[in-house]
Nanobody, 122 residues
Framework: QVQLVESGGGLVQPGGSLRLSCAVSGGFSWEHHAIGWFRQAPGKRREGVSCISASDGRAIYGDFARGRFTMSRDNAKNTVYLQMNSLKPEDTAVYYC??????????????WGQGTQVTVSS
């Protein structure tokens, strides 16, 4: 079992920044498992934000996130981060951390955190 705990969400004004954290524990291996961030806005389907594969440790991003969001990981702290800059009202959503059981970013994680709410509003 893998446990994921997100934190760092909140209310921010348009143009502002937030950094989300996801603490990872349990049977997760940075060398063998991919991990990503996803979000779900009210009335919309869950969508991928970014993902780091185990093979090369490089992050990939959804089109809306590229250039504004940065995903990183700290293996020593067993934590992944999502730095979000230039936030827009349409970024309002619950953000989830998702861990794969495979080394690549399939887009369908097997393990999910409880989510953290991000609200972008003036």
């Amino acid at each position: 079992q893998v446990q994921l705990v997100e934190s760092g969400g909140g209310l921010v004004q348009p143009g502002g920044s937030l950094r989300l954290s996801c603490a990872v524990s349990g049977g997760f291996s940075w060398e063998h498992h991919a991990i990503g961030w996803f979000r779900q806005a009210p009335g919309k389907r869950r969508e991928g934000v970014s993902c780091i594969s185990a093979s090369d440790g490089r992050a990939i991003y959804g089109d809306f996130a590229r250039g504004r969001f940065t995903m990183s990981r700290d293996n020593a702290k067993n934590t992944v981060y999502l730095q979000m800059n230039s936030l827009k009202p349409e970024d309002t959503a619950v953000y989830y951390c998702g861990a794969e059981v495979v080394s690549y970013c399939s887009g369908s994680p097997n393990y999910w955190g409880q989510g953290t709410q991000v609200t972008v509003s003036s």
